[in-house]
């Protein structure tokens, strides 16, 4: 199963500030990389995905980086609120192509 | 908005006893997942479907678990006999995929989950 490797663990941001989370995978033959947001009690919510034809996507605040010869993405979380804390979850796809695996998951707290 | 349900919400059983989460994919969603999340090990494919077809089950322990999907509207996870270390959030989830590939742009929908306690 491919691994997927996600960093920070947790992080602690003022509000305002950029949070940063990575994520690594293994080799990947297919094309589209998510990143997920889950609040307590809730199921992970698609929050922004890229395909990697493209460096980087942005949606309001959220932005993926992407850079497929390191086979490393990352999300930034620019002008971070209290409201944004939750667990955020990178995935790629399996070997299948069919399924997702998932990082082991970021705890962002966001301090006002 | 189209949502995944996932039924019961929570579950409380005792050791040995049969398990059995229900799933309504979103109408139209032709692959359903089944994953397991712990504080430990995150969130764990346990199985997959396409089309109602198995896919893939490698994840999950067989001689307890079996994944069904008897109808388009319905996906089951079973554990017997259930074990304290099953104690988890179980999660759906569906989307649709076209052909070999090409996930759509809205990815795969997650439940709310089944919180399962083992006693």
């Known amino acids: 199963q491919q691994q997927v490797k996600q960093s920070p663990q947790s992080l602690i941001v003022q509000k305002g500030g950029i949070s940063i989370i990575n994520c690594a995978y293994e080799n990947t033959a297919f094309d589209y990389f998510p990143w997920y947001q889950q609040f307590p009690g809730k199921g992970p919510a698609l929050l922004i995905a890229?395909?990697?034809?493209?460096s980087e996507k942005k949606e309001g605040r959220f932005t993926i980086s992407f850079n497929k010869s390191a086979k490393q993405f990352s999300l930034h979380i620019m002008d971070s609120q209290p409201g944004d804390s939750a667990t955020y979850f990178c995935?790629?796809?399996?070997?299948?192509?069919?399924?997702?695996?998932f990082g082991k998951g970021t705890s962002l707290l966001v301090t006002p | 908005d189209a949502r995944v349900t996932q039924t019961p919400r929570h579950k409380v059983t005792e050791m040995g006893q049969e398990v059995t989460m229900r799933c309504q994919p979103i109408l139209g969603h032709n692959t359903v997942f089944w994953y397991r999340q712990t504080m430990m090990q995150g969130l764990e494919l346990l199985a997959y479907f396409r089309n109602r077809a198995p896919l893939d089950d490698s994840g999950m322990p067989k001689d307890r678990f079996s994944a069904e999907m008897p109808d388009a509207t319905l996906a089951t996870l079973k554990i017997q006999p259930s074990e304290p270390r099953d104690s988890a959030v179980y999660f759906c989830?569906?989307?649709?995929?076209?052909?070999?590939?090409?996930?759509?742009?809205?990815?795969?929908?997650f439940g709310s989950g089944t919180r399962l306690t083992v006693v």
């Open positions: 890229i395909r990697p034809d493209v």
């Open positions: 989830a569906s989307g649709f995929r076209a052909g070999t590939g090409g996930l759509g742009p809205e990815g795969y929908t």
């Open positions: 995935a790629a796809p399996s070997n299948s192509g069919y399924a997702l695996n």
